[in-house]
């Protein structure tokens, strides 16, 4: 059973730092380009970051780029999202993303909440 799983969201003061977790499993996960969505209300769901198979090639929206890094452990089967320097305009639900040519998972997302 395949399965994405988000953890370390939560309510953190603009400026601050969140590190985002998400865990595979299921499938292989090192097959797979592994991306970070974020979605706020009322707004559709936007692509935050992306990192190839092997770690070697990182996309980042342009909105988080030079804050957020994104990263991967094949051996652990999980990816993260390292925010730094957050802004109240970084709330959201963050979901995790696998995708493999037409093969593709979702988790269930975590909520950040950047707020004093």
């Known amino acids: 059973q395949v399965q994405l799983v988000e953890s370390g969201g939560g309510l953190v003061q603009p400026g601050g730092s969140l590190r985002l977790s998400c865990a595979a499993s299921?499938?292989?996960?090192?097959?797979?380009?592994m991306s970070w969505y974020r979605q706020a209300p009322g707004k559709e769901r936007e692509l935050v970051a992306l990192?190839?198979?092997?770690?070697?090639?990182?996309n980042y929206a342009d909105s988080v780029k030079g804050r957020f890094t994104i990263s991967r452990d094949n051996a652990e089967n999980t990816v993260y999202l390292q925010m730094d320097s957050l802004k109240p305009e970084d709330t959201a639900v963050y979901y995790c993303?696998?995708?493999?040519?037409?093969?593709?998972?979702w988790g269930r997302g975590t909520q950040v909440t950047v707020s004093s």
């Open positions: 993303n696998a995708r493999l040519a037409r093969s593709e998972y």
């Open positions: 299921g499938f292989t996960f090192s097959s797979y380009a």
């Open positions: 990192i190839e198979i092997f770690g070697g090639g990182r």
